[in-house]
């Protein structure tokens, strides 16, 4: 668990010196007020993307059943976010709940996000490996040109 003070103080250091929009602190910052259990202070700082991943959350810790849908909306999240780490545990989950990654939407949103943040291997990967349809691909692929 992550000492609170100490959170808050590394929060307000960030902010005093700029650092408070970089995708990769952001992250680290919405890790940090996760274990502090503060997941409704996150949209404050962090704005409309992580009400995605915190909906998620409150599903999966109620333990109601998350389908594609539900992850493409968090793996848009991670996109927007930059949060290359939680759209890799998303994958990891993806894999072992069974979730199809050959969906459309679900298999476009994951290459999105690692081509979004900067992992363009594990998109081709997924294009590749995944299991992927013939207009996934394609789809896939345009994606990687945004």
């Known amino acids: 668990m992550v000492d609170k003070a100490l959170g808050l103080a590394v929060h307000g250091a960030l902010l005093k010196y700029g650092l408070d929009h970089d995708p990769h602190l952001q992250s680290r910052l919405i890790y940090m007020y996760a274990e502090m259990g503060f997941l409704g202070g996150i ?16 599903m999966e ?24 780490s939680t759209g ?11 979730l199809k990654v050959n969906d459309l939407r679900l298999g476009s949103a994951l290459v999105h996000m690692y081509a ?27 994606q990687l040109e945004d």
């Open 43 to 58: 949209k404050k700082f962090f704005g409309e993307p992580l009400n995605e991943l915190k909906l998620f959350f409150e």
């Open 88 to 98: 890799q545990w998303a994958h990891r989950y993806i894999k072992s709940n069974g």
């Open 116 to 142: 979004k943040c900067g992992d363009i291997g594990m998109a081709m990967a997924v294009l590749y490996f995944g299991g992927c349809t013939k207009r996934m691909c394609v789809h896939g692929v345009l």
């Open 61 to 84: 810790r109620k333990g109601l059943k998350v389908n594609e849908a539900s992850m493409v909306s968090m793996l848009s999240a991670c996109t927007h976010l930059s949060d290359l």
